[in-house]
């Protein structure tokens, strides 16, 4: 992993993603977490989904379940896609 702090790292990843696929196409937080991460992803999954969290309500992104927009504060349960908002 590249030194320095790893939130605005995946921050970064999570809306260039989500920026280079467009609104009518998603990326997964794995994606995000793998960029910064390499082999160590696994470990940045529970603040990548964080970060994502903190995108949706601010109205960055949105986040979907199944191809419907679900509620950031709401409790997730299976995969979720993030996209940017339409």
Known sequence: MNDGPVGPRLRSAILALARHRGPDSSTCPSDAARAVGGEDWRALMDEAREIARELARSGAVEI?????VVDPDATWRGPIRIRTTR
Not at 64 to 68: D, I, P, V
């Open 64 to 68: 979907t379940q199944r191809g419907a």
